[in-house]
């Protein structure tokens, strides 16, 4: 009988394109129309903005700080919603409250960038290494919003559990340590933390980077805590002994050059007695060569 053939329905409609591949998602993307109430934005308005901005990367990379300062500059004068250059000038800035201000305006413009959340949580945390110490309260709120904004950072989690442990939160010192654990199963230190609040098995020696980071603390405090917290005498009385001990290394070292001195006059005195010994001697022999001469001198005439 005659053969029948099966209509082709929608979904069985392919694009021909060769070797039977499916256009690429860049380009169906092209090809597609742009969303309802949404207008795409025209490449020839962005191209100037972008290469500005790259350009200002470059200088700051190149470490000419002050032309990428005027670049950013401009271009935040024609777009002030440029978030990335927002964040980029934070970077910039010397003042810490003043890099956290910069920072703060391009996280409210793009919180979805992540170059946004990371110039914000840097310019916390440096505003948190300068005040540390006199305000503890207030780093720990900076360090908290940096853990906040930036909830995917093994460090601002680690950073928030150790300022909560030196307030003895615990309970935020051990929510941030597992938070750090989960971004980073192989931070050592935070592991360690963890167990030494009672949560996790204990290692069975410190990490290293923790001995460090602990000696790095201490050492810049250390005279001041250890004469003025503790009281202890231990550097008054090593500097009295180093003192007396330097003193009398000089006057050994006076008494060895007077001794030295002695020594010399006496050598001099003793070459003086056998110079001149040498001399009466040498003046002896003259006048016996002498006399043997005349001896022989008066001898002659008479043989003759």
């Known amino acids: 009988g005659p053969k029948t053939t099966k209509p082709l329905g929608p979904r069985s409609v392919r694009p021909k394109t060769r070797r039977g591949l ?28 972008n290469g500005r901005f790259r350009f ?47 920072a703060e305006k391009g996280y409210a413009a793009r919180p979805d960038l992540a170059a946004t959340r990371r110039a914000l949580c840097a310019a916390l945390t440096r505003l948190d290494f300068e005040e540390q ?37 615990v309970d935020t010192a051990r929510k941030a340590f597992r938070a750090t654990l989960a971004l980073d ?34 050492a810049p405090r250390y005279d001041d805590h250890l004469s003025k917290t503790l009281e202890s005498k231990a550097p008054e009385l090593v500097a009295a002994a180093l003192a007396e001990q330097v003193r009398a290394d000089e006057d050994l070292a006076d008494e060895d050059l007077a001794s030295s001195d002695d020594k010399d006059d006496d050598q001099d005195d003793q070459n003086d007695d056998e110079s001149s010994s040498s001399s009466s001697s040498s ?8 006399q043997q001469r005349g001896k022989t001198n008066g001898e002659a005439p008479s043989k003759k």
Request: charged share 30%.
């Open 133 to 169: 110490g006199s305000k503890k309260r207030t780093s720990f709120a900076f360090l908290a919003r940096a853990a906040q904004v930036c909830p995917e950072d093994p460090k601002a989690q680690f950073r928030l559990g150790r300022a909560a442990r030196q307030l003895k939160d």
């Open 283 to 290: 003046q002896a022999q003259q006048q016996q060569q002498q």
């Open 22 to 49: 499916r256009p690429s998602r860049a380009v169906e993307s092209e090809s597609r129309a742009p969303p309802r109430g949404k207008a795409m934005p025209a490449p020839e308005e962005e191209k100037p903005k």
């Open 185 to 218: 199963p192989r931070h050592e230190r935070a592991a360690f933390w963890l167990a030494a609040l009672g949560d996790g098995r204990p290692p069975s020696r410190a990490p290293v980077d923790h001995l460090k980071a602990l000696y790095d603390d201490y």
């Open 56 to 102: 200002a990367v470059a200088l700051h990379r190149e470490g000419k700080k002050s032309l990428a300062s005027k670049q950013v500059e401009q271009l935040l004068t024609e777009c002030p919603e440029h978030a990335k250059a927002w964040a980029l000038k934070s970077t910039m800035e010397r003042e810490s409250r003043k890099a956290v201000a910069t």
